[in-house]
């Protein structure tokens, strides 16, 4: 039956949420606010009507009866009163009897007395008399008299005692308990038992707290509908963690009970779980409303971040109660109220400021606890909004989650799970009186300390104006155990958290990296398959395999970064610059997805990387030297007896002087990479754009030193850094292209013409069978000139009186992509053999020949080679010159296989440069911001990562310089001791 009743009553609390959402609010009301006829209910927190013998009390929060009225009963709110027969029209000074007053009565209807006078209403046997006696002070003797009488004169007895047994004994078969007498006849609630649980520490103790008030107040509140006792009796239960067990008669059972055996008193303000005369403690009597509760009624008013301080504050209110039931005051939870660490106002308050993630932890001991917290303060939190349309203040009730309660011995409320969790009203913050045994006045053996405090903003799914749901307080406690104060510490922590529901980004985010993917996928097959044609393999083998893989992880770490930043930016800008309130950043737990993805995209960028650094330090490169000897020289030939004329040595110093001009150019970069971490560090810690990464409301760049430092945003710092990173980098490159290269320097065209004025070609292979080719061959024939013979070429070529530069009669095309065909690629590796096996083991050199001598016949011989290859010369590896079709262009790969001739693509772009850090920078620039990114988010420190961004770059520069200027030597037979 007990289960039944249960269920019937869920089902009759659940019928308001069935019905569209039920409303916690109710007008606020100040005590000082009540009209004069009017008190103010502590048990209602509204202003209730007295009767028509009574008026407001000088506290406010209860009647009293007028004057000529005597007190029948009191309750504590609204008494009943008797007014007094005409013969003793005065009330005596405890308001509980009729007195006749000889000299008149007072403002109040109490008998009043002469100056020197004093009053006594009762004779030296305590028996009270029927009138009232003016006793004259004579002199300092009589003055002491009369001071003894009063501090020894008779006091009412408690008034259970005189309804009971109308003396001052409470005699058997009577119930004497907590200073009150209760009959022994009549619905009696079950005995209390004292005990409170301490469940961390694994102890139970009788609390003498408890031990004398629990019985009393739960028989007070039941039998006589006491208010005072009614909120004593829920403060116990809050003290108890709000655990229920229905097979108990603590505090929260006892409270039960009455809660259950009051249902006909009715509701107040139209909340099914706030009984009349009790406190509001639960949301029903067992788990599974929490959803209805938080999720289906939003709160009456919007907020923003921009506009009036009413819609940029969350104003908290709270109704305070001591530990009796005395209602104290209503209070706003600034200044600290609920926040244990000490801080500054200013600081404190801005845990309020709405959009501001608000954290707050600190350590405090358990002496000062002890010295500022004797006796708990109870508080009902709500959230006080203004209704326009009444023009009235309401509170909204704000509920509380403890994460300590028990429902029927279990801890329901620390699961992710809401449908589970049993939501309550009433908290503290320090409770070191309940862990008292034996006497009030010992020290506590254990105190309970409010450790973690979170309040919970939550924003409704698509508003567009500020519209949130109730807010959710969750507290836990933490139970210590007192041995020695003065070395024992509690860490305690307050904050206040925004959330929305992040399933929709989730699976925006979803999308997009599946459809990026997706064409990620087809793109590395494009560019697998172009690298088959260049390579020249016709098998699908694991080096093609292992080729794909890498060019997907570059096109994969594309995606992710493309998706980081979006989602930077998207959260920086729509949180930070909006007024009307429609997102709210993802929580520290919520960003994990994010930061992954960054670091998805770091190891991937940082893979495409190191292939790319690979792949320009084993490039093949010589360069093709078209000087011819001016005459004959006779020289003379050792072993040999005679002279001999042989043609006139070719200068080697172009050669060495295009090598260094090459290895010069190897590393340089669009931007300047120490500007670049510079500039980005700048805007960061010295401008402010830092301050656009924290998690509050203000999008402004400064901050007070004074003011509250909200945490940092992983997904803001990150969006705050990739904008400042891009647009700066952005700034450099166009710079660069526009004005420098223009009317400074262009290196990569000087390096052309420098070519073309030595008489040198550039003869690239990045791959087995293509590559690149600039035409350096001189139209004067001669480059090995002195001064005044150049300065006539020079002059010559600016007034057209000689051919263009062009690889092609009358043109001016000097860079070409080569794919050569394979019976050209095998001619090469056989004369590039001989050039590199000086580096193997000596017995394998021919010993007729040194290997300088080898390695000079070789590097002529290739020089003939791709120098008559060039010419035309091999009509078996013959080329032809053509354009590259639209569509090659933009897919970087060729269509046409070169199978008999090789093909030379015309190419204004310069796209050499790809085999050098200039062609590469895109993939240089992402690699650069991601490594600064990454190192931030671990280490949350901008200088540290510009630091460390600047060593790597620094590092990978030496290592590309060190080692492609050996791979320069190794391929070209420059000896590196030339390279400066």
């Given at each position: 039956m007990?289960?039944?009743?249960?269920?019937?009553?869920?089902?009759?609390?659940?019928?308001?949420?069935?019905?569209?959402?039920?409303?916690?609010?109710?007008?606020?009301?100040?005590?000082?606010?009540?009209?004069?006829?009017?008190?103010?209910?502590?048990?209602?927190?509204?202003c209730?009507?007295?009767?028509?013998?009574?008026?407001?009390?000088?506290?406010?929060?209860?009647?009293a009866?007028?004057?000529?009225?005597?007190?029948?009963?009191?309750?504590g709110?609204?008494p009943?009163?008797?007014?007094?027969?005409?013969?003793?029209?005065?009330?005596?000074?405890?308001?509980?009897?009729?007195?006749?007053?000889?000299?008149?009565?007072?403002?109040?209807?109490?008998?009043?007395?002469?100056?020197?006078?004093?009053?006594v209403?009762?004779?030296?046997?305590?028996?009270?008399?029927?009138?009232?006696?003016?006793v004259?002070?004579?002199?300092?003797e009589?003055?002491?008299?009369?001071?003894?009488?009063?501090s020894?004169?008779?006091?009412?007895?408690?008034?259970t005692?005189?309804?009971?047994?109308?003396?001052?004994?409470?005699?058997q078969?009577?119930?004497?308990?907590?200073?009150?007498?209760?009959?022994?006849t009549?619905?009696?609630?079950?005995?209390?038992?004292?005990?409170?649980?301490?469940?961390?520490?694994?102890?139970?103790?009788?609390?003498?707290?408890?031990l004398?008030?629990?019985?009393?107040?739960?028989?007070?509140?039941?039998?006589?509908?006491?208010?005072?006792s009614?909120?004593?009796?829920?403060?116990?239960?809050?003290?108890?963690?709000?655990?229920?067990?229905?097979?108990?008669?603590?505090?929260?059972?006892?409270?039960?009970?009455?809660?259950?055996n009051?249902a006909?008193?009715?509701?107040?303000?139209?909340?099914?779980?706030?009984?009349?005369?009790?406190?509001?403690?639960?949301?029903?009597?067992?788990?599974?409303?929490?959803?209805?509760?938080?999720?289906?009624?939003?709160?009456?008013?919007?907020?923003?971040?921009?506009?009036?301080n009413?819609?940029?504050?969350?104003?908290?209110?709270?109704?305070?109660?001591?530990?009796?039931?005395?209602?104290?005051?209503w209070?706003?939870?600034?200044?600290?109220?609920?926040?244990?660490?000490?801080?500054?106002a200013?600081?404190?308050?801005?845990?309020?400021?709405?959009?501001?993630t608000?954290?707050?932890?600190?350590?405090?001991?358990?002496?000062?606890?002890?010295?500022?917290?004797?006796?708990?303060?109870?508080?009902?939190?709500?959230?006080?909004?203004?209704?326009?349309?009444?023009?009235?203040?309401?509170?909204?009730?704000?509920?509380?989650?403890?994460l300590?309660?028990?429902?029927?011995?279990m801890?329901?409320?620390?699961g992710?799970?809401?449908?589970?969790?049993?939501?309550?009203?009433?908290?503290?913050?320090?409770?070191?009186?309940?862990?008292?045994?034996?006497?009030?006045?010992?020290?506590?053996?254990?105190?309970?300390?409010?450790?973690?405090?979170?309040?919970?903003?939550r924003?409704?799914?698509?508003?567009?104006?500020g519209a949130?749901?109730?807010?959710?307080?969750?507290?836990?406690?933490?139970?210590?155990?007192?041995?020695?104060?003065?070395?024992?510490?509690?860490?305690?922590?307050?904050?206040?958290?925004?959330?929305?529901?992040?399933?929709?980004?989730?699976?925006?985010?979803?999308?997009?990296?599946?459809?990026?993917?997706?064409?990620?996928?087809?793109?590395s097959?494009?560019?697998?398959a172009?690298?088959?044609?260049?390579?020249?393999?016709?098998?699908?083998?694991?080096?093609t395999?292992?080729?794909?893989?890498?060019?997907?992880a570059?096109?994969?770490g594309?995606?992710?970064?493309?998706?980081?930043?979006?989602?930077?930016?998207?959260?920086?800008?729509?949180?930070?610059?909006?007024?009307?309130?429609?997102?709210?950043?993802?929580?520290?737990?919520?960003?994990?997805?994010?930061?992954?993805?960054?670091?998805?995209?770091?190891?991937?960028k940082?893979?495409?990387?190191?292939?790319?650094?690979?792949?320009?330090?084993?490039?093949?490169?010589?360069f093709?030297?078209?000087?011819?000897?001016?005459?004959?020289?006779?020289?003379?030939?050792?072993?040999?007896n005679?002279i001999?004329?042989?043609?006139?040595?070719?200068?080697?110093?172009?050669?060495?002087f295009?090598?260094?001009?090459?290895n010069?150019?190897?590393?340089?970069?669009?931007?300047?990479?120490?500007?670049?971490?510079?500039?980005?560090?700048?805007f960061?810690?010295?401008?402010?754009f830092?301050?656009?990464?924290?998690?509050?409301?203000?999008?402004?760049?400064?901050?007070?030193?004074?003011?509250?430092?909200?945490?940092?945003?992983?997904?803001?710092?990150?969006?705050?850094?990739?904008?400042?990173?891009?647009?700066?980098?952005?700034?450099?490159?166009?710079?660069?292209s526009?004005?420098?290269?223009?009317?400074?320097?262009?290196?990569?065209?000087?390096?052309?013409?420098?070519?073309?004025?030595?008489?040198?070609?550039?003869?690239?292979l990045?791959?087995?069978?293509?590559?690149?080719?600039?035409?350096?061959?001189?139209v004067h024939?001669?480059a090995?000139?002195?001064?005044?013979?150049?300065n006539?070429n020079?002059?010559?070529?600016?007034e057209?009186?000689?051919?263009?530069?062009?690889?092609?009669?009358?043109?001016?095309?000097?860079?070409?992509?080569?794919?050569?065909?394979?019976?050209?690629?095998?001619?090469?590796?056989?004369?590039?053999?001989?050039?590199?096996?000086?580096?193997?083991?000596?017995r394998?050199?021919?010993?007729s020949?040194?290997?300088?001598?080898?390695?000079?016949?070789?590097?002529?011989?290739?020089n003939?080679?791709?120098?008559?290859?060039i010419?035309?010369?091999?009509?078996?590896?013959?080329?032809?010159?053509?354009?590259?079709?639209?569509?090659e262009?933009?897919?970087?790969?060729?269509?046409?296989?070169?199978?008999?001739?090789?093909?030379?693509y015309?190419?204004?772009?310069?796209?050499?440069?790809?085999?050098?850090?200039?062609?590469?920078?895109?993939?240089?620039?992402?690699?650069?911001?991601?490594?600064?990114?990454?190192?931030?988010?671990?280490?949350?420190n901008?200088?540290?990562?510009?630091?460390?961004?600047?060593?790597?770059?620094?590092?990978f520069?030496?290592?590309?310089?060190?080692?492609?200027?050996?791979?320069?030597?190794?391929?070209?037979?420059?000896?590196?001791?030339?390279?400066?």
């Amino acid at each position: 039956m007990a289960t039944l009743s249960r269920w019937l009553f869920a089902a009759l609390v659940l019928l308001p949420f069935r019905a569209g959402g039920q409303s916690f609010s109710l007008p606020f009301r100040q005590p000082q606010a009540c009209e004069g006829t009017q008190y103010f209910d502590v048990s209602r927190l509204a202003c209730a009507q007295c009767g028509a013998s009574q008026r407001k009390s000088a506290l406010g929060t209860s009647c009293a009866c007028l004057p000529g009225f005597k007190l029948v009963s009191d309750n504590g709110g609204s008494p009943t009163c008797e007014k007094c027969p005409d013969a003793m029209s005065g009330v005596t000074q405890d308001g509980w009897d009729c007195i006749a007053c000889p000299k008149g009565l007072t403002a109040e209807g109490k008998c009043k007395c002469l100056t020197g006078e004093i009053l006594v209403e009762r004779d030296t046997n305590g028996t009270l008399l029927k009138t009232a006696l003016c006793v004259q002070c004579d002199g300092m003797e009589q003055s002491f008299a009369a001071s003894n009488v009063l501090s020894n004169m008779c006091v009412r007895c408690e008034p259970t005692f005189i309804s009971v047994s109308k003396s001052c004994n409470c005699s058997q078969p009577n119930i004497l308990t907590g200073g009150l007498c209760f009959r022994s006849t009549g619905n009696f609630p079950p005995k209390g038992i004292a005990t409170v649980r301490f469940g961390k520490l694994g102890i139970t103790l009788i609390s003498a707290w408890f031990l004398k008030n629990l019985q009393a107040s739960a028989a007070a509140c039941w039998l006589y509908s006491n208010l005072t006792s009614c909120q004593a009796l829920g403060n116990m239960c809050v003290m108890n963690m709000n655990s229920l067990s229905f097979a108990s008669t603590d505090a929260c059972g006892l409270f039960q009970y009455v809660y259950t055996n009051t249902a006909g008193l009715g509701t107040v303000h139209s909340i099914s779980f706030w009984r009349q005369n009790l406190p509001w403690l639960y949301y029903g009597d067992q788990p599974g409303l929490a959803s209805q509760v938080l999720d289906t009624s939003e709160f009456p008013t919007s907020f923003t971040f921009k506009g009036t301080n009413k819609n940029l504050k969350l104003q908290f209110i709270a109704a305070s109660y001591d530990v009796k039931g005395n209602f104290l005051k209503w209070q706003y939870l600034e200044d600290g109220v609920l926040q244990l660490c000490p801080d500054t106002a200013t600081r404190l308050n801005a845990a309020y400021i709405f959009g501001t993630t608000y954290q707050q932890k600190c350590t405090v001991s358990v002496s000062k606890i002890l010295k500022d917290y004797p006796h708990p303060v109870f508080y009902d939190v709500f959230l006080e909004y203004y209704d326009a349309e009444d023009g009235q203040q309401y509170v909204w009730a704000v509920p509380v989650l403890n994460l300590n309660l028990q429902y029927n011995e279990m801890l329901v409320n620390q699961g992710s799970n809401m449908n589970s969790w049993l939501l309550t009203r009433r908290m503290f913050l320090v409770d070191t009186l309940s862990g008292r045994e034996n006497d009030l006045g010992n020290q506590p053996r254990v105190i309970r300390v409010a450790s973690e405090i979170r309040i919970s903003i939550r924003l409704v799914p698509e508003t567009q104006r500020g519209a949130i749901y109730p807010p959710l307080i969750t507290v836990f406690y933490s139970d210590v155990l007192v041995q020695n104060p003065s070395t024992e510490n509690v860490v305690v922590s307050f904050s206040v958290n925004y959330e929305m529901k992040q399933s929709e980004a989730r699976i925006q985010t979803d999308i997009a990296l599946g459809v990026l993917g997706g064409l990620a996928v087809l793109w590395s097959l494009l560019k697998t398959a172009g690298w088959k044609r260049r390579v020249g393999s016709p098998m699908i083998d694991l080096q093609t395999v292992l080729k794909f893989l890498l060019f997907y992880a570059g096109d994969l770490g594309n995606v992710f970064f493309i998706i980081t930043v979006g989602t930077g930016i998207y959260w920086l800008v729509f949180f930070k610059a909006q007024q009307f309130v429609s997102v709210l950043l993802p929580l520290p737990s919520q960003e994990n997805d994010f930061v992954s993805y960054v670091g998805c995209a770091f190891a991937l960028k940082a893979l495409q990387f190191l292939q790319m650094l690979a792949s320009q330090l084993t490039i093949d490169i010589f360069f093709i030297d078209w000087e011819r000897p001016k005459g004959k020289v006779l020289k003379a030939l050792e072993g040999e007896n005679g002279i001999k004329s042989t043609s006139t040595p070719v200068s080697i110093w172009r050669t060495y002087f295009i090598a260094n001009e090459w290895n010069e150019i190897q590393t340089i970069r669009k931007i300047n990479p120490l500007f670049q971490v510079l500039a980005v560090l700048f805007f960061l810690e010295i401008v402010g754009f830092s301050n656009l990464a924290l998690m509050d409301s203000s999008s402004s760049l400064t901050r007070s030193p004074e003011s509250y430092k909200a945490p940092w945003s992983s997904i803001l710092r990150f969006g705050v850094s990739a904008v400042l990173w891009l647009v700066i980098a952005l700034i450099q490159m166009t710079y660069f292209s526009v004005f420098y290269e223009r009317f400074v320097e262009d290196k990569i065209r000087q390096f052309v013409d420098l070519c073309c004025m030595s008489n040198i070609s550039v003869f690239l292979l990045s791959h087995r069978c293509f590559g690149y080719y600039i035409h350096g061959r001189s139209v004067h024939g001669h480059a090995d000139t002195n001064m005044e013979e150049m300065n006539m070429n020079l002059k010559r070529e600016a007034e057209n009186l000689c051919s263009q530069r062009g690889l092609l009669p009358n043109t001016d095309g000097q860079t070409f992509q080569i794919c050569i065909s394979s019976k050209m690629r095998q001619q090469y590796d056989r004369i590039h053999e001989t050039l590199t096996r000086k580096h193997g083991p000596v017995r394998l050199l021919n010993s007729s020949t040194t290997t300088f001598e080898q390695s000079t016949k070789a590097y002529h011989t290739m020089n003939k080679f791709l120098g008559s290859f060039i010419d035309h010369v091999h009509k078996e590896m013959d080329y032809i010159v053509k354009d590259k079709l639209l569509l090659e262009r933009i897919l970087g790969m060729e269509f046409m296989e070169p199978m008999e001739k090789s093909i030379f693509y015309n190419d204004e772009g310069h796209s050499f440069s790809d085999v050098l850090y200039y062609g590469s920078e895109s993939t240089l620039l992402i690699f650069d911001m991601l490594f600064f990114a990454v190192v931030d988010l671990a280490t949350q420190n901008f200088i540290l990562a510009s630091v460390l961004t600047y060593l790597q770059q620094e590092i990978f520069r030496f290592i590309r310089n060190a080692v492609g200027q050996k791979n320069l030597a190794s391929k070209t037979l420059v000896d590196e001791r030339f390279l400066i």
